[in-house]
């Protein structure tokens, strides 16, 4: 499996603290069956003041040198967690923040109490500038939450959305678990990524129980495509699948149970 979204790089952002910890976070993630994992510390904002890419080119080569030397086949592909801001596009440009590895791939985060208006101007934008959308969490979204139907737009332009694996999992709580049945069932999602921070915080880098829930409630098929197709898709700036999204219908008060 491919995880799109981790912040397994040391002391750079809120993942581990130190060398070992990302060290830790590796050998959890490849006995989850993780193969590829990509470091997306947090941009500078809130969450990080310290991120450079040349501190994360550092962590990065320290990672690295650490997993040959302790013979650990994990492969760690650099990227960011952008931030929304107007400045993204001129910041990616300037090499300032990071796609994905050599893709043109970028993953960014909204606030929780962002408007659809905002989305599609930040996402759209982007596009402009060249480079593929993929949305951090959409589940964490409130307007998603009160009617995920706002996505449909953005999807239909080619946004793409990394549902975190144990939000579908529920250790994240029944009503996000429920959120993410909902816009995984309405072909909403097209990536699955742990968004790990630690080897035993509440997100750690595991995939396969999301993938097996996948499985249950769709099938085979489409939770190999969202492990593993579409991520390496994205890190090789190839097509990916993206069906059509399903509207959902609002439910009547007589449905509710
Ligand atoms: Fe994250």
Known sequence: MIDLHSHILHDLDDGPPTLAGSLEMARTALADGITTMAATPHGRSVFSRRYSVELLQTRLAELRAALAAADLPLEVVPGTELFCAADLPAQLKAGALLPYGTSRTVLVEFPGDVQPAAIEQ???????????????????????????NVLIPLIERGVLMQLTADALTGEQGTNLRQIAETLLSHQMIHVIASDAHGAHLQRMPFMTPARRRVAEILDEAIAETLVHTNPAALLSDAPVDAPAPKRITPRRWWQYK
């Open 122 to 148: 930040m996402a759209f934008a982007l596009q402009i500038a060249g480079y593929r959308v993929l949305i951090a969490h959409p589940e964490r979204i409130k307007v998603v939450q009160r009617d995920p």
